[in-house]
């Protein structure tokens, strides 16, 4: 009678952990082996986005890319930030006190030089939509600066070399204001990455087509992903661009079921943006997406990784 009970109580408990188990074991079998793990702004739920800080934190939960935002300064630099002026979110004035919502727009960063960027801080005032944001100091990093000193942190810890997603800010209504004009603005990042020596590492995307355009006209091998927020539907937004771009990178709750599909017919990855929490990562990846842009890298689960 004893063996019976136990065996009763086995077969419960198999019965109650196999179903969790598959779970997890069809979860690992969906993902692909070069699915792309990018860390948004580098770990922006963590760190103060768009910072060296971020960056190096990102890289902590092994994703393969580091997702970052640029526009260009005065000084034809490449900076590193999500706006092309300081925000008043999260951003301060050399004299430490809090740039205001009146004044945000008129610091632009293509009206300064990158040395009098670097007096801005733009972390120790926090991000009040990410409350577990550690708050310290931080300045908008170039490209140039941040490139070299993330290679450097990887080869001291022996960590493989990321990829860069970099997306190019911009908009018609910023041209000659807040960025350059498409043509000189692919320019001058085309010509960044490869005195860099990353144009084989790293992917150019952008909402504004004319940039995506430019992109493929002057560097037609670099990668090329298509941002997404409208709800024109895939079908409509390929009639809009001439070519077939490498990505196509929508808002996640944008994605159904048959997208994947529809993306994969015409030799395209599907990626994502911005997931941040664990089912709708599920989800995505049930849907067969080719990566995940994420503000919380540290919310990936092992078993996902390669």
Not at 85 to 113: H, N, Q, R
Not at 130 to 158: E, G, I, W
Not at 175 to 188: G, M, N, S
Request: aromatic share 10%; hydrophobic share 35%.
């Amino acid at each position: 009678m004893k063996n019976v009970y136990f065996l009763f109580l086995s077969i419960i408990l198999l019965s109650a952990c196999t179903p969790k188990a598959n779970q997890r074991v069809a979860m690992k079998q969906t993902i692909k082996p070069h699915f792309d793990w990018q860390g948004h702004r580098g770990a922006r739920g963590l760190m103060p986005e768009n910072t060296i800080p971020a960056f190096i934190k990102a890289l902590e939960y092994k994703v393969k890319t580091l997702e970052l935002d640029i526009c260009i300064s005065k000084d034809k630099q490449v900076i590193v930030s999500h706006e092309p002026w300081f925000s008043e979110k999260i951003c301060s004035k050399p004299d430490g006190s809090p740039v205001t919502k009146a004044e945000a727009e008129d610091l632009k960063i293509y009206e300064m030089t990158y040395d009098e960027i670097k007096y801005f801080d733009c972390g120790i005032r926090g991000n009040e939509r990410f409350p577990d944001q550690v708050k310290m100091k931080a300045a908008k990093p170039s490209l140039k600066d941040m490139v070299k000193t993330v290679y450097s942190h990887c080869r001291q810890n022996h960590l493989p070399l990321p990829r860069f997603d970099i997306e190019i800010k911009s908009h018609e209504k910023y041209y000659d204001k807040f960025t350059p004009a498409p043509e000189e603005y692919v320019r001058i990042i085309v010509e960044e990455v490869k005195e860099l020596g990353i144009e084989k590492e790293i992917t150019l995307q952008s909402f504004d087509l004319n940039i995506l355009e430019e992109v493929h006209k002057q560097a037609p091998d670099i990668i090329v992903a298509y941002l997404v927020d409208n709800l024109n539907g895939f079908d409509k937004n390929m009639e809009k661009i001439s070519f077939v771009p490498d990505i196509y990178s929508p808002y996640f709750k944008l994605i159904k079921k048959g997208t994947a599909a529809k993306v994969h017919a015409r030799d395209m990855r599907l990626i994502p943006w911005t997931v941040n929490e664990v089912e709708d990562m599920e989800k995505m990846i049930r849907f067969g997406v080719d990566g995940i842009i994420t503000d919380y890298p540290n919310r990936i689960r092992k078993e996902w990784l390669p």
